[in-house]
């Protein structure tokens, strides 16, 4: 066995990392290279692109099935063939037509269908809305009829605007608070301002406690009494005499697709006219009740004045003299 020369030992010493001259060539070897540097290496074909693709491999020259561009072909490749697959013959295209055709004319029954049932839901709204207009209507007259039977002062013949009874109560006779209180200094003495004859019920004529001249009166010599229960249901008929006719809010109908042609709709349509002109009790004025009407409107005035008239008389009974009584009856115009 030949021993190294001394060159070759020298140099793998200096650099311990580089392979030895054996291993050099047999790599060399593997690689495809001839071990004998005397005979010239051999010659490999270069692979176009075009090849590259077709065969599987990169432009490098190892094999890579992975590679995008091959990817990419054979994407193409395979939808070019999708679009040939799928190509449909005539009488496929003629099956197809009469198919959608089919489903059209079932579309235009179903929404013929549901153009009568929205016709048939609006003429049952329509007569929904007129019960319950005539439910309202008979709602407010019923009130309007416990208002004038129970609740008509006896001295305005109106409903009673904050009502007040005599005191004492041996009758129970109830007015409004300014009717009862223009009745009241209606009998004061315009001379002496004070009260010279009795002072009775102007109903059932029960003679009321007289009105001492001496001040500070007692509380107990005031001749009304508030009466609170009345006062509790006459503002709540009054309300919902205000608010008993509602005002019902309808569609359209030329927003929907309704046909006009049917006979039976019309038919409901004429009975629902019909119901709306139903009156079910005589012709009253329910409309002057309503917010902003002129009977509302003057009830709320007679309330709030004898409100007013009443509180600021009970506040002062005690040191009224007749000087002030004679304002107080100069300023109701008695």
């Keep these: 066995m030949p021993r190294p020369s001394k060159s070759s030992t020298a140099m793998s010493e200096a650099d311990p990392t580089r392979p030895r001259r054996s291993t050099r060539i047999s790599n060399r070897q593997v690689q495809g290279v001839s071990a004998d540097p005397r005979q010239p290496p051999t010659k490999r074909r270069k692979t176009s692109r075009k090849d590259s693709l077709v065969l599987g491999s990169p432009l490098c020259g190892t094999e890579c099935t992975e590679h995008p561009d091959m990817t990419a072909r054979r994407a193409v490749l395979s939808k070019a063939n999708f679009r040939r697959s799928s190509r449909m013959t005539t009488s496929e295209l003629i099956k197809r037509e009469g198919a959608l055709l089919s489903r059209e004319k079932e579309c235009n029954l179903r929404a013929q269908q549901l153009d009568e049932r929205t016709q048939d839901l609006l003429i049952r709204e329509d007569e929904a809305a007129a019960k319950l207009s005539q439910l309202a209507k008979k709602e407010a007259q019923n009130a309007l009829g416990q208002l004038e039977e129970h609740f008509t002062c006896a001295l305005c013949y109106e409903v009673m605007a904050y009502p007040y009874s005599l005191n004492p109560g041996q009758c129970g006779h109830t007015f409004c608070a300014i009717c009862i209180l223009k009745w009241f200094f209606s009998r004061l003495h315009r001379v002496c301002g004070g009260w010279h004859e009795a002072v009775d019920c102007p109903i059932c004529r029960s003679v009321l406690m007289i009105t001492p001249d001496r001040v500070p009166r007692s509380p107990i010599t005031f001749p009304f009494v508030p009466n609170r229960v009345a006062t509790a249901v006459v503002e709540s008929l009054v309300d919902k005499l205000a608010s008993s006719l509602p005002v019902v809010k309808q569609e359209d109908p030329e927003a929907l697709r309704i046909s006009d042609s049917d006979k ?19 012709e009253v004025d329910l409309d002057a009740w309503r917010e902003g009407g002129s009977m509302r409107a003057e009830w709320l005035k007679r309330d709030s004045d004898g409100k007013r008239e009443m509180n600021q008389l009970l506040s002062s009974w005690s040191n009224l003299g007749s000087n002030d009584f004679l304002q107080l009856k100069q300023r109701l115009e008695v």
């Design 264 to 282: 039976e709709g019309r038919k409901r349509k004429r009975e629902v006219a019909k119901l709306e002109d139903l009156d079910c009790s005589p």
